[in-house]
T-cell receptor, first 115, second 114 residues
């Protein structure tokens, strides 16, 4: 079984400032790691994913995340946020060896970008 | 637009009733997933179908059932509804059964049980 913990439920940040969203996971098996974004009144959209290889993963809209196996973390960063980045962000994992492909999500981090 | 469609967008019903939520996956996607998003439980996986067959099950209540039809659209049936079933229900689709293929999410159906 897997579990995902997002350490911050809300993160207020000023426009053009950097932001980091923290994610820790627990799993008895190897996992793939994902970050999804949910804009108000919309479904989820994939920002980036880590499968293997380089621990620094670049995604859409200027986001990047770093996988740290020893700390079982997958933190998301953006060097300079825009008002349009106001959304809820979800970290998720799926088991590499599972028969299906279910995603286990963290509780989400709501980012509010202030002008 | 993810290419995944869900109907209806909103559904208001009473306790004890039964409803059906419908999902059409992206063209070419064989896997369909259902997720429930609620304030107290967060985003939870319910069930996955692949090419018409159930392939993975999460914490789906016995009052809930789903199926995937030959044209690959899927329906989630919720019966004997309770107040606690009020939530946003998402459908997602992906091309494959497993692996790290992206799941594309629909806009969701917001269910309100009164």
């Amino acid at each position: 079984a897997q579990s995902v913990t997002q350490l911050d439920s809300q993160v207020p940040v000023f426009e053009e400032a950097p932001v980091e969203l923290r994610c820790n996971y627990s799993s008895s098996v190897s996992v793939y790691l994902f970050w999804y974004v949910q804009y108000p009144n919309q479904g989820l959209q994939l920002l980036l994913k880590y499968l293997s290889g380089s621990t620094l993963v670049k995604g859409i809209n200027g986001f990047e995340a770093e996988f740290n196996k020893s700390q079982t973390s997958f933190h998301l960063r953006k060097p300079s946020v825009h008002i349009s980045d106001t959304a809820e962000y979800f970290c998720a994992v799926s088991s590499i060896k599972a028969a299906g492909n279910k995603l286990t999500f963290g509780g989400g981090t709501r980012v509010l970008v202030k002008p | 637009d993810s290419g995944v469609t869900q109907t209806p967008k909103h559904l208001i019903t009473a306790t004890g009733q039964r409803v059906t939520l419908r999902c059409s996956p992206r063209s070419g996607d064989l896997s369909v997933y259902w997720y429930q998003q609620s304030l107290d439980q967060g985003l939870q996986f319910l069930i996955q179908y692949y090419n018409g067959e159930e392939r993975a099950k999460g914490n789906i209540l016995e009052r809930f059932s789903a199926q995937q039809f030959p044209d690959l659209h899927s329906e989630l049936n919720l019966s004997s509804l309770e107040l606690g079933d009020s939530a946003l229900y998402f459908c997602a689709s992906s091309v494959a059964l497993a692996g790290a293929f992206e799941q594309f999410f629909g806009p969701g159906t917001r269910l309100t049980v009164l």
